[in-house]
């Protein structure tokens, strides 16, 4: 089956952002760090981000479409009601895609936001 990412799934204002990054709690691996903040609707929603610090907007945008795919691949498996931004770390740039989805569904189990 195959999953794509929703305009309505999708978060996109700076706002929503930092008011998941400061009331979210964060989990977080070598590869990705996980902020996770509960919502009132029933809708699970997404964002991705990719610091400076990371490189140029080149290898940004590699990790940010790293973070989406391991996203979209395993986003079946997780609970709605959730606001969910994804952060990709230094560790990120040099992985493949298995490796960064692999190591978001461990802090997905570690935040318990997979579905029984």
Not at 15 to 32: I, P, T
Not at 34 to 48: A, T
């Amino acid at each position: 089956m195959i999953y794509k990412l929703s305009k309505q799934g999708i978060l996109h204002k700076n706002k929503k952002f930092q008011a998941v990054y400061k009331l979210g709690k964060s989990y977080a691996n070598r590869m990705v760090v996980l902020y996770v903040l509960p919502n009132n609707d029933n809708v699970r929603r997404i964002g991705f981000a990719a610091g400076k610090k990371l490189g140029c907007a080149v290898i940004r945008n590699r990790v940010k479409r790293l973070l989406r795919e391991s996203y979209r691949l395993n986003q079946s498996q997780l609970i709605t009601g959730v606001d969910l931004v994804l952060v990709g770390r230094q560790a990120a740039i040099k992985a493949d895609c298995m490796s960064v989805a692999k190591a978001f569904v461990h802090l997905c189990n570690k935040a318990k936001i997979l579905a029984k």
